[in-house]
């Protein structure tokens, strides 16, 4: 099939122009203001713009093991709609990915049911119980990356050993940072609103004591490494002098980090998320950390529950809440609106960069898979869950009016989400 998107602002080699992008067999043929062809289908994207497809290098689908909280064709389409055309899935499922065989039923899942990218990570122990190691030279040639993804590694040289194996194969460790002896039973950020509501806190010690150990380790092994959704200015501070020293070292945070706070919080499971929502000046050292580069890429953490198992309040239901198809509207709308990111930062913390790090996805370019969607950023509507595709819809956005609404998203040049067939 031929397409031809029309008139619309097109985001390549980092600028906007005005221009049409021409669509061939699944490929970008080219990028020009040239006359549309007779014999393509042409899309008027008058006032539209069309980004490369967003990365998400934190996400949760649940399959194998946990079908109804959500399944790799649901959390795709959830994906597509929120523009994202390559998603890495994290291991936390049953059975946990840690040799071959354990990685197969997820394989063929998504052989069979995405409708993008969906490159999964191998964990690093066995079952994720950090007693033995995983079977990384099985798994190396199938994963995007190694992790544990909800629980730290807390022995030291279990960690030691992982990233000595795992530097070898030339893979990178995504670690999820949390001391276990720290969290005493908490489950919100250990601050003021905690305080005030008679809860148990989450210390901000639990995850930057963990990066601490991890940078040391990375100084001894050479291991490539990725923290996953810091939400602490002690973290940011960290990651920021281990990038001076130059050791190979990336993070994330999520969207509910850079514009909630704890202070934010309701007596409602939605607000519920691990790490939790922390304090004002975290939230400003992480808009900071964005600003000067420490934080290199904004991941969703989509984390879909059940209806049951998040309606217990704060203090009893599951951590976690979806973000695939909020992300970029409340960012552009308290970010981008609001002067504290350009929209071209946007894209490089969405795109750009989680492309580079983990070398996946495909830039809005000539002679590249047609991997793209289209936002009209004059649009606004509030955010339902009713709409979600994802079976998850726990957010702490529901009812928000945002800006940036997803019309159409390509991978490979099939139309993966398009509004007017929702």
């Not at 580069?293 to 529950?305: C, L, S, V």
Request: charge should be negative; aromatic fraction near 8%; proline fraction near 5%.
């Amino acid at each position: 099939m031929k397409y031809i998107l029309s008139n619309a602002m097109v985001f390549t080699q980092g600028e906007f122009v005005k221009t049409n992008v021409f669509v061939n067999n699944g490929m970008i043929s080219h990028i020009s203001t040239a006359a549309p062809e007779g014999s393509s289908v042409v899309f008027d994207l008058e006032g539209c713009v069309i980004f490369p497809g967003f990365i998400d290098v934190h996400t949760h689908l649940r399959e194998p093991g946990f079908f109804y909280k959500e399944t790799i064709e649901t959390g795709t389409k959830a994906a597509a709609h929120g523009g994202y055309t390559s998603i890495c899935a994290m291991p936390n499922l049953k059975p946990v990915p840690d040799s071959a065989q354990t990685l197969a039923p997820q394989l063929e899942a998504i052989e069979k049911t995405a409708c993008i990218q969906v490159l999964p990570y191998g964990a690093i122990t066995k079952g994720e119980l950090g007693q033995e190691l995983a079977d990384f030279d099985a798994l190396a040639p199938h994963v995007c990356a190694f992790s544990d993804d909800g629980r730290g590694v807390q022995n030291d040289d279990m960690m030691r050993q992982a990233m000595t194996k795992i530097h070898a194969l030339g893979k990178m460790v995504a670690a999820h940072c949390e001391v276990n002896e720290l969290l005493r039973g908490g489950y919100i950020h250990d601050g003021q609103y905690a305080a005030l509501h008679g809860h148990k806190g989450i210390c901000s010690e639990s995850e930057w004591k963990q990066i601490e150990r991890d940078l040391a380790l990375v100084r001894e092994t050479g291991c490539d490494y990725h923290v996953c959704h810091i939400s602490t200015k002690e973290s940011v501070e960290l990651i920021r002098q281990a990038k001076k020293e130059g050791l190979p070292v990336s993070c994330e945070t999520g969207p509910h980090y850079l514009v909630l706070t704890d202070m934010d919080l309701q007596e409602d499971g939605r607000f519920k998320m691990n790490p939790p929502l922390r304090s004002k000046e975290d939230q400003a050292a992480l808009l900071e950390g964005i600003q000067d580069g420490t934080i290199d890429m904004i991941a969703t953490d989509h984390a879909p529950h059940s209806a049951e198992e998040k309606s217990k309040g704060l203090a009893g239901s599951m951590m976690g809440i979806v973000g695939l198809e909020t992300a970029f509207p409340i960012l552009y709308t308290e970010l981008v609106k609001k002067g504290v990111l350009t929209l071209e930062q946007l894209i490089h913390l969405m795109h750009t960069n989680p492309s580079r790090r983990f070398g996946i996805g495909s830039p809005l370019a000539e002679g590249m898979p047609a991997d793209l969607t289209v936002y009209n950023l004059n649009e606004s509507y509030t955010i339902d869950p009713e709409t979600f595709l994802s079976k998850g819809r726990s957010t702490p956005f529901a009812g928000w009016n945002v800006w940036g609404k997803c019309k159409m998203t390509m991978y490979h040049g099939n139309i993966v989400w398009q509004e007017d067939k929702a």
